[in-house]
């Protein structure tokens, strides 16, 4: 018994070693519900450190975030906070028990939407996933909603360009 208690506590101590010396802060935090495709693996990181051209942090998901079926979302900021960026991804599940049951229906929908509420219509992004598009909201806000050929990612920017946008969505859309 105390020679099982020994290897118990060895064990423990190696695992605790093992998870300090995991680099902190890599993932991002997120929210995932069932069958959902991961948004903080979707757009990682390295990939967004590479397409702002300045390193991101990740930043915890509200907590009032419910985690739903067939939806994951991930968020991001640069050090200072001043440019921040939410990942979130929906596949057919998520659609599954809506009016939009396909993804493109729902794609045109969200699409709709943007340019009623930005009071324009989508500016294109060719060129990533099967379509994309950006929206530019009021002050530093902005949109990207991308169509890919397994879910609708959905990328809230503040503070970024449009520029730093379409990157965003390159990273996340192909």
């Not at 990942?87 to 659609?95: D, K, Q, R």
């Not at 009071?119 to 992004?125: D, E, Q, S, T, W």
Request: hydrophobic residues 45%; contains cysteine.
């Amino acid at each position: 018994m105390q020679n099982m208690t020994c290897v118990m506590v060895r064990s423990g101590v190696l695992v605790a070693l093992w998870l300090a010396a995991l680099p902190s802060g890599v993932a991002a935090q997120g929210k995932s519900g069932p069958r959902a495709l991961d948004a903080c693996a979707l757009a990682t990181k390295v990939e967004l450190d590479a397409a702002l051209k300045k390193p991101v942090q990740p930043r915890a998901v509200p907590p009032a975030t419910p985690t739903t079926l067939g939806v994951s979302t991930c968020m991001w900021a640069t050090a200072n906070g001043r440019q921040t960026l939410s990942v979130t991804t929906y596949t057919p599940e998520a659609l599954s028990r809506t009016q939009t049951k396909t993804l493109a229906v729902y794609y045109d929908s969200l699409k709709t939407s943007n340019a009623n509420n930005a009071g324009r219509p989508a500016l294109v992004l060719s060129g990533i996933a099967q379509h994309a598009s950006y929206f530019p909201a009021a002050g530093t806000a902005s949109t990207v909603l991308i169509r890919r050929h397994d879910s609708i990612v959905v990328v809230n920017l503040t503070g970024l360009s449009q520029d730093e946008a379409t990157a965003v969505a390159r990273a996340a859309g192909n």
